[in-house]
């Protein structure tokens, strides 16, 4: 398949970040995907994300499985490094990429086939590794590709576009993500760039293993009445936690919102997530409490976005494996073979 360049030529004032790149200098090729969908939407917030928060481009890894999900990376970041693995396998190719050079960004972008059914074994364990990386869930409950079968995330009940019922229980990503050990839990909306834009950027700057679920409807296959991953729906039973709003260290600490309750959560490298709780009882730092409030609002047929959680103290694969500073491929012969004396007494201590 061939994918179109976006023309180079663009206004020669457009406004630039702190390196000198336009929003244009994050983009990739013309999307292929059908008009409307919302893969496309998250496609422009991580553009927007990456551009705002002045990510040099050379710096990020996109990494993908199959499906229409994991088409998008073509679509942004086209200055990125990017490697597009077989169907499920994204999470351990991502996983040896990280280890072998931890100086990059690492984005992992799949779908709901993807990590919920063929790749289930290896989205658990890039999570409860924690593998430092963003990983996004593009959500649309079908087999896009295929024709709109329900996907392992497909709610029961929920009718397929020629009425068809789901008798199969749901799998929920994000109760998953939190039961296994991911230090950064959020689900969101393509159709909501207010939200799902600071989730992005926070997640970005998160050093550990954040995981996103967006729900982004499939015009094609599952946009009706009876799907309960449409447009109208997830508009209709959204029950957002929280408001954010991503501070970066060397900006002037700001919020824009309505007066209410604001939490403060700082990140590693010194940027600031502002939270405006919209629950006075939700508390994004409980692991507990954060599974608990997810099956209680499901029972009541609600759909919870915002940050669900994140761990203040995160700690990642490396810190785990105690592995040296420098990027594992940037070492020589000598670091990488330390001699027979060495082995000796690795293969002693095993005995």
């Known amino acids: 398949m061939s994918f179109l360049p976006k023309p180079?030529?663009?206004?020669?004032?457009?406004?630039?970040?702190?390196?000198?790149?336009?929003r244009r200098d994050y983009e990739g090729a013309i999307s292929t995907l059908c008009a409307g969908c919302g893969h496309d939407s998250i496609s422009a917030a991580i553009i927007r994300a990456c551009y705002e928060l002045s990510l040099p481009p050379h710096r990020i890894a996109k990494l993908s499985g199959i499906?229409?999900?994991?088409?998008?990376p073509t679509y942004f970041l086209g200055a990125s490094h990017g490697f597009n693995s077989v169907h499920g396998r994204m999470p351990s190719v991502l996983t040896g990429a990280n280890l072998a050079n931890r100086d990059l960004i690492y984005l992992g972008v799949s779908g709901d086939g993807d990590s919920a059914?063929?790749?289930?074994?290896?989205?658990?364990?890039?999570?409860?590794?924690?593998?430092?990386?963003?990983?996004?869930?593009?959500?649309?409950?079908?087999?896009g590709l295929t024709k709109g079968q329900f996907s392992a995330t497909s709610d029961k009940g929920a009718r397929s576009k020629k009425g068809v019922a789901n008798t199969d229980a749901a799998i929920d990503l994000v109760g998953m993500a939190l039961q296994l050990g991911a230090t950064f839990v959020a689900r969101s909306?393509?159709?909501?760039?207010?939200?799902?834009?600071?989730l992005i950027k926070a997640a970005l700057q998160h050093e550990g293993a954040a995981f996103i679920d967006c729900i982004s409807p499939c015009v094609q296959f599952n946009n009706h009445v009876g799907s309960t991953k449409s447009f109208d729906y997830v508009r209709e039973h959204n029950e957002a936690v929280n408001r954010l709003d991503f501070i970066t260290g060397r900006d002037e600490i700001t919020a824009d919102y309505a007066p209410g309750e604001v939490e403060i959560v700082s990140q590693h490298d010194g940027s600031l997530l502002a939270l405006r709780k919209l629950h006075t009882d939700y508390d994004p730092?409980?692991?507990?409490?954060a599974i608990n409030y997810?099956?209680?609002?499901?029972?009541?047929?609600?759909?919870?976005?915002?940050?669900?959680?994140?761990?203040?103290?995160?700690?990642?694969?490396?810190?785990h494996l105690n592995t040296t500073a420098a990027p594992l491929n940037t070492l020589g012969e000598a670091e990488l073979c330390p001699g027979s004396a060495a082995l000796a007494a690795l293969n002693a201590a095993l005995r």
């Open 189 to 198: 909306f393509s159709g909501d760039k207010t939200q799902l834009v600071p």
């Open 285 to 289: 730092h409980d692991r507990g409490s």
């Open 294 to 319: 997810l099956q209680e609002r499901s029972a009541a047929g609600e759909i919870v976005t915002g940050l669900l959680y994140v761990d203040p103290d995160p700690q990642e694969l490396h810190a």
């Open 8 to 22: 180079r030529l663009h206004h020669p004032e457009l406004p630039t970040n702190e390196l000198g790149f336009t």
């Open 117 to 143: 059914s063929i790749g289930l074994g290896q989205f658990a364990h890039a999570l409860r590794r924690g593998v430092n990386m963003v990983y996004i869930v593009e959500n649309n409950g079908v087999y």
């Open 67 to 72: 499906g229409c999900s994991s088409k998008t």
